[in-house]
């Protein structure tokens, strides 16, 4: 599933308000998405999108089992959240936002720490710019806060749950008189 870049606010004469308007941008509330803030939810969904495709692959490549377990929590979890903020956004602009020129806008980095720092630090710069929501779009972040949710949960788990080094079965048994 990839974002589209195209407006889908600008043929109705009433906004949500019940204002009576000649054109949607004349408005005098702030119910109406703008086109600025219909793109940046369409870089958004791609990037989100993005990132249970790239967890996925770092899933298939962890050398650690402890990581490909966590990283296969984060893409089966994200899915849902992501798929419901989509569709949540879609509703409230009674819009669709497929486009196949949609790109993350976070890079792939191949070590899941980084990568997943990198993509919370996105989320956090987007939920915190208010030229990102209106009035329409404000219950929005309730979605990404879940995302971020998982995100902390998901570095946390990659931080500190971890294999400990195989040891030798004299070494073992060594710990075991101590």
Not at 27 to 37: F, T
Not at 41 to 68: E, I, M, P
């Amino acid at each position: 599933m990839i974002l589209s870049g195209e407006t889908c606010c600008d043929t109705v004469n009433i906004c949500d308000c019940g204002i009576e308007t000649q054109a949607i941008e004349q408005c005098p509330c702030e119910c109406v998405i703008s086109e600025e803030e219909h793109l940046q939810f369409v870089q958004l969904a791609a990037t989100l999108q993005d990132s249970v495709l790239h967890a996925w692959r770092l899933h298939l490549k962890a050398k650690k089992y402890s990581s490909h377990v966590i990283l296969e929590e984060y893409y089966d979890e994200a899915f849902d959240i992501i798929d419901g903020l989509i569709e949540h956004y879609q509703g409230i602009c009674k819009c669709d936002i497929i486009n196949k020129d949609a790109i993350s806008c976070v890079s792939k980095i191949d070590e899941p720490y980084d990568y997943f720092t990198e993509l919370k630090q996105y989320l956090m710069e987007f939920v915190n710019n208010p030229n990102n929501f209106n009035i329409r779009t404000n219950e929005i972040k309730s979605d990404i806060d879940d995302l971020l949710r998982l995100i902390d949960s998901t570095l946390y788990k990659l931080s500190n749950l971890t294999e400990s080094k195989i040891k030798s079965f004299r070494d073992f048994v060594k710990d075991l008189d101590d």
